[in-house]
Structure formats: C-alpha cells, structure tokens
C-alpha cells in the first residue's frame, strides 16, 4: 500500500509540473482531451496543450490560461464555437483555432466571449476558417494582441463574419493582429475608451466598421486592399492617429457623424476617395497626406466647423468634392499643400499670394453630369471655366484658402506613390 501510494504521488508531481500561488501546469497531449483537462483543472490553473491535432469544442468556465507548445491545433470541424468563454480571467496563447461553424444566427465563432467574462486574453493566436473570429460583448478590460485571423474565404463577403466583434464594451486593446477574408476585419459598437494600435486589415468589405464609440484611440494601423478603410460613424472624441489606408476601392477614411476629435498624421493613398468627410464638425484634421487618390477628399453634409491645416494633398484626380451652400475656410492657422495650385509666392514666404479654390462650376458640373468629362480638353469648356471665376454669380461654393503652402509639409511624401488597387 506504501508503494502504491507513492505511486499515486509521483503521477500526480508527473501531471503538476509546478504549482504555487498562480495555479498548476497541467499538460496535455495528443489523444488526451482538453475538454476533460479543462473540467478537472482548478481557477488559476494553466494548460499546457502539446503540438497536435485536437477535433473538440471547448467551454472555459473557471478562470484559466490556455496556452500552445509547438502550435497544437484545435478544429471545431466546421459546426458551432471552437472555445467558447463564460468565466472572467481567462487567458488564450499560442493555439491554431480553427473551423467554426457557419450559422449567422448563432453567431459562431473561433473564440466566443460571452457578456461578463471580463479581463479576457487572446494573444499570439492563429483563427483560421471561422465565421466570426473573435466575438467579445461586455468583456471589459480585456486584450486581443497579436493574432492572425482569417476568415472563410470562399464564402461571398456578406455570407461571412467580422474578424474581431467588439459590442458594448469598456477597456478593450486590440493591438497587432493581422486580419484578412473576414466581412469587415474588426467591427465595434457601443464601446467607450478603446484602443486600436498597430492593427493590418486587408482584403475585406471594411477595415472597421466603428460606431456609436467614443473616448477612444486609433493608432499605427494600416487597411489596404479593402472595399473601405477606416469606417468611423457616429462618434465623438476619438483620436486618430498615424494611420495608413492605401488601394481601396472607395475611401480610405471615413468619418462620418464625428465631432471634438484629431485625425492627424495620416496617409491615405490611391484610394477611390481619400477622405470621405460627412456631418463632421469640431474636429481637427492636419498633417495628414493625401495621394493620389481618385478624390481627394469628399466633403458634404455640413461639415464645415473643422480645423483643417498642414496637410499635403498631392496628385489626386480630384482635390476635393464639395456639396456645400457656401464656401468652407481652411488653412486658418496652417496652410495645407495642393499640388494643382496655380499661384505664385512673390516674397518667397513659403505661403501662396493669391488664393486657392479646390473646385469651381466646372468641377460641379462633372459631379452632376459625367459625360461633361470628354469636353474637359474643348475650350468652351475652359472658357467657361475662366468667365465662373470672373463674376461671382456664377461661382460654385468651394473649399477656399488664402495663403495655401508652396512645399509639401511632410517630406517623406514620395513613398507613397506607388499604393494603388491590385
């Protein structure tokens, strides 16, 4: 009986690998069950899941870390959640997740975090053929670092999932993860003081799709090769920040319904739109560079009560798209840069002396009826053109600056030429 009781311990000491004030190491191996693993371990333990192949559907309901050696694999073969999270402190790391149900309905999804389970982690993750890669509603002060998430590609794109669902949350980091092949890669709403930094988002229907979100940060992201970059709606107070949106179809930034906010620092490049700027007031927009895109920026719906200074827009088709009743002021306190601008700078002061005008009557009649663009080279057109400027009653409101810049604000412009649609 000794014998077989020390027996039994050196199982046990096998099977705890160490244990002290943050829980055991509990090991799992090819052929053993994490689900069996996950309902004998206690709050606070750790599972450490060996590389290999694992066809089950987890629930994590006690607050535990999950963490791959070598990359293990778990597949949800093609029905409900892979994991699916209910308790607050658990932390996920180093899994391959994959193949999530279908059912829009039930949202399904590689990693689902139900309303509650607060302080949740998914770190250094691969979520691969899922519905919805992560969904995470009422998790607060929760992280989402540093995974690849990759949707199911042969489905059509409304068919699909988001890659990360953020809804109704507080505290969230969702920083350096790259997303693909989703329906729109990370998707928010009614969340408050959140944290967006160092995010790739390409090939999807939107980067973000961000509404009804406020006191938050956008930073270091890069969305590109989308039908949308940054889709920001209906917010206030967000600062957003040293973002790149090149080669997709419509714009690269929207903001829309956005008030007492920074958009500064920014690239948007060989994009449809570069900007496309609708019922924004009180924000401030500089030192953002605007390139070669078909428009570049598209301004409508009132959206007049901006600082608007120091930004560079350089070789777009169009400058800008104005919808307006009466002329929109910018450059007040710095001058932007418009690489069409035709004035001159006699005293050599760097600042233009005559003013710019981003569109006239003849822009507004190629807005209304395209087919005027094939007389753009007929000199009616450009007499027509010269007599607007000459007498005011024929003049189109327009995006107006007194004193534009001779040179470009940021000098590393040039960069970003080549970033087109492929």
Not at 11 to 26: M, N, R, T, V, W
Not at 186 to 201: E, P, T
Request: aromatic share 8%; glycine share 10%.
């Amino acid at each position: 009986m000794r014998h077989s009781h020390a027996a039994a311990v050196a199982g046990l000491l096998l099977a705890l690998s160490s244990a002290g004030a943050d829980g055991a190491e509990l090991r799992v191996r090819p052929g053993q069950s994490i689900a069996a693993a996950i309902s004998g371990a206690a709050p606070g333990d750790t599972l450490l899941i060996a590389r290999g192949n694992y066809n089950e559907h987890l629930l994590v309901d006690k607050p535990l870390t999950l963490r791959g050696v070598g990359r293990p694999t778990i597949s949800g073969q093609n029905s409900g959640d892979v994991i699916r999270v209910t308790a607050s402190d658990v932390t996920i790391e180093g899994l391959i997740i994959r193949d999530s149900g279908a059912d829009m309905d039930a949202q399904n999804a590689g990693v689902y975090v139900v309303p509650g389970a607060d302080r949740f982690t998914l770190r250094d993750c691969v979520l691969a053929y899922t519905l919805f890669g992560l969904w995470l509603e009422k998790s607060h002060h929760s992280k989402v670092i540093g995974n690849t998430i990759t949707g199911k590609r042969d489905l059509l794109s409304a068919a699909r999932g988001n890659g990360i669902q953020v809804y109704n949350t507080t505290d969230v980091e969702v920083i350096d993860n790259n997303i693909s092949y989703a329906r729109d890669g990370i998707y928010v709403d009614i969340s408050s003081r959140a944290l967006f930094r160092g995010n790739k988002i390409h090939h999807v229907r939107y980067g973000t799709h961000y509404m009804n979100t406020n006191h938050s940060t956008w930073e270091g992201n890069e969305s590109y090769l989308n039908r949308g970059g940054l889709a920001l709606m209906e917010v206030r107070n967000l600062v957003v920040r040293n973002n790149v949106a090149w080669g997709n179809e419509d714009h690269g930034i929207m903001l829309r319904t956005i008030q007492d906010s920074v958009i500064e620092h920014n690239v948007v490049a060989g994009n449809g739109r570069g900007f496309f700027v609708y019922d924004a007031e009180y924000n401030v927009l500089r030192n953002n560079v605007v390139i070669n895109n078909r428009v570049g920026v598209h301004l409508s719906a009132g959206s007049s009560n901006n600082e608007v200074g120091a930004n560079d827009f350089i070789g777009n088709e169009e400058a800008v798209k104005f919808v307006a009743s009466r002329d929109v002021a910018w450059g007040v306190k710095q001058g932007n840069y418009w690489s069409n601008y035709g004035g001159w700078d006699q005293d050599g002061d760097g600042a233009g002396d005559v003013p710019y005008e981003a569109s006239d009557l003849v822009d507004r009649l190629n807005w209304q009826y395209p087919l005027v663009k094939l007389l753009m080279s007929s000199p009616s057109i450009q007499t027509l053109r010269f007599v607007a400027r000459q007498f005011p009653v024929l003049r189109a409101p327009s995006v107006v600056e007194a004193h534009p810049r001779m040179r470009p604000n940021n000098p590393n412009w040039s960069r970003w030429n080549d970033k087109h649609p492929r």
